[in-house]
């Protein structure tokens, strides 16, 4: 066990890299430390001598996760499951190697002049070794009218429960959902490289679908979103230099927004709330289209059809609601600043599940 000083109550890891499980010994015991803390050699006798042993916990790691790793994750779940010590009982590492034989491929293609080139490819063999790291563990219980009697720096803190709920997320999550914004090109105007022509539109909010990464560490939020979506209207138009009349025209557009987000988090429970700041980009195609059976003026018309580039700086805010240690519901909004177009300012609303699991939660 590698004896260092915790000062963190949480700890930064992507669960996704550690797994780790735990087997009882005794009958189910109440949380009383809020982390457990690592002990050997000496130590461990010490609070053998007054405490119980009451499970195992057993880790492994990927992606190239190192023993540190497999402590902070062992130290967390022990202090769940009523631990507050634990004892590195045995560590090593499961070694995988896959062999890809050597392959050759023949192709051949005609040379214009009645015959074929043909080439061989060749792709050497290849091996591919996996290490996966494990650790076991004995955890240790201590009940909290003896720590007294254990040297200060193997006294645990007691358990605070806002430390293990839910929302108590130092790490990695993701979003999926549904987005709406405004439209941020014009809705009117003149257009028509041949034909002049005004039009007047009208641009309900651009709809689709939103995807959120974020990366929360303590009160630090981080947020990158990505959405894909459109949504049809109706318009008039008219050439401005034959002066016909009005036709009717529809259209779409759609597109793709992208922000990356920085700010602050609080939590409590199972609720959470964040907000801050960002910088936005997002390109929308409008197209349109004129009813083949409108009147012969609609020939000479022709209503904007444009790429729309758009940056912004959002000012957003965000609640997450977690009924589970892993999933809940986030509600993002934004009020997007458009600093070169400052009419075009909205406000966006993003809604939809995530996955972001506290390893800290009981």
Known sequence: MRNRQLLAITVALLPACVSASFHATTTAQPAIADRALPVAGGDAAAVSAIGIRVGTIETSGQGGVGGDALDDRAEVLAATRGGTHVRE?????????TETPATTTHSCTPDGNGGETCTDTYVPASTTTTVIPYAIYDVLRVEPA????????????PYDPSHHAPTSTDGF?????????????PSSGTSGDVFPTRYAATTPSLVGGWMGAQID?????????????????TGTAMNTQMGTAAVDYTGTYFGATSAIRFGKRIAWNNVALAAGVGLGGALWMATTHIDPNAPISA???????????????????AVTLKASCDWGLEALAEYDVRPDAMSS????????????????CQ
């Open 217 to 233: 560490r303590g009160s630090n939020a981080f947020g990158w979103d990505l959405g894909f979506g459109g949504s049809s209207f």
């Open 173 to 185: 999550g993701l979003a999926f959902g549904m987005f709406s914004r405004a439209y941020p090109g």
């Open 345 to 360: 300012s909205s406000p966006s609303l993003a809604l939809g599940a995530i996955w972001q699991p506290a390893t800290a």
């Open 146 to 157: 003896r720590w007294s009697e254990l040297p200060s720096g193997l006294q645990p803190l």
């Open 299 to 317: 020939n000479f018309v022709q209503p904007n059809s444009a790429l729309v580039a758009d940056w912004y700086a959002p000012l957003w805010s």
């Open 89 to 97: 009982i045995g560590a090593g590492a499961t070694t995988t190697t």
